[in-house]
Nanobody, 115 residues
Framework: QVQLVESGGGLVQPGGSLRLSCAVS????????LDWYRQAPGKQREFIAS???????NYADSVKGRFTASRDNAKNTVNLQMNSLKPEDAAVYYC?????????WGQGTQVTVSS
């Protein structure tokens, strides 16, 4: 059974930082692309970052320069370091693992940015 478990969300003040993690089990992690998405209330789910099989990381323009994604194939985890957080970054953050016809989502972790 494939499981994705996100952690690290919480309340942070504007300008602060959080580090999200997604622990993946049940698949050969190294054969899948690992993405982060977020969804704010009343909005569509938004792509944030993608950690490709080749090791490159792609980011949405809205987070480029502030967020850093990384994957650890030895630990089957993908992380998202979020710095300089803004109120508009508040959302439920999801990790997504996909490859071929397979596509898996975590349950999400809430990030609140407020003073």
């Amino acid at each position: 059974q494939v499981q994705l478990v996100e952690s690290g969300g919480g309340l942070v003040q504007p300008g602060g930082s959080l580090r999200l993690s997604c622990a993946v089990s049940g698949i050969d992690f190294s054969n899948y692309v690992l993405d982060w998405y977020r969804q704010a209330p009343g909005k569509q789910r938004e792509f944030i970052a993608s950690a490709t099989l080749g090791g490159s990381i792609n980011y949405a323009d809205s987070v480029k320069g502030r967020f850093t994604a990384s994957r650890d194939n030895a630990k089957n985890t993908v992380n998202l370091q979020m710095n300089s957080l803004k109120p508009e970054d508040a959302a439920v953050y999801y990790c997504n693992v996909w490859g071929g016809t397979e596509n898996y989502w975590g349950q999400g972790t809430q990030v609140t940015v407020s003073s």
